[in-house]
Nanobody, 122 residues
């Protein structure tokens, strides 16, 4: 079992930056593929970013490419989402997730955090 706890959300003005963190429990963090998702009010949850086990390969949704960066620290059991040039449309609850099998990007996640709110004001 893996437990995930997100932090770092908050209120920021458009054009600003935030860094989200997701701390994972357990000693096998490096064996999981990690991802970030978000859900805006009245919308479906959507894929944001994914990082493979050693951190060397990442994937980003088209809507955040060039603005967001996903990274991980397998010593600290933490995955990060650095968000720059934030837009009001980035407002959502952001969720950290983990999966064992690296199948289709953005799908088949096994574990989820509780989420952290990000609000971008115009």
């Amino acid at each position: 079992q893996l437990q995930l706890v997100e932090s770092g959300g908050g209120l920021v003005q458009a054009g600003g930056s935030l860094r989200l963190s997701c701390a994972a429990s357990g000693r096998t963090f490096s064996s999981y593929v990690m991802g970030w998702f978000r859900q805006a009010p009245g919308k479906e949850r959507e894929f944001v970013a994914e990082v493979l086990r050693n951190g060397g390969i990442t994937y980003l949704a088209d809507s955040v490419k060039g603005r967001f960066t996903i990274s991980r620290d397998n010593v600290k059991n933490t995955v990060y989402l650095l968000m720059n040039s934030l837009k009001p449309e980035d407002t959502a609850v952001y969720y950290c997730a983990a999966k064992v099998v690296a199948v289709v990007v953005g799908s088949a996640y096994d574990y989820w955090g509780q989420g952290t709110q990000v609000t971008v004001s115009s």
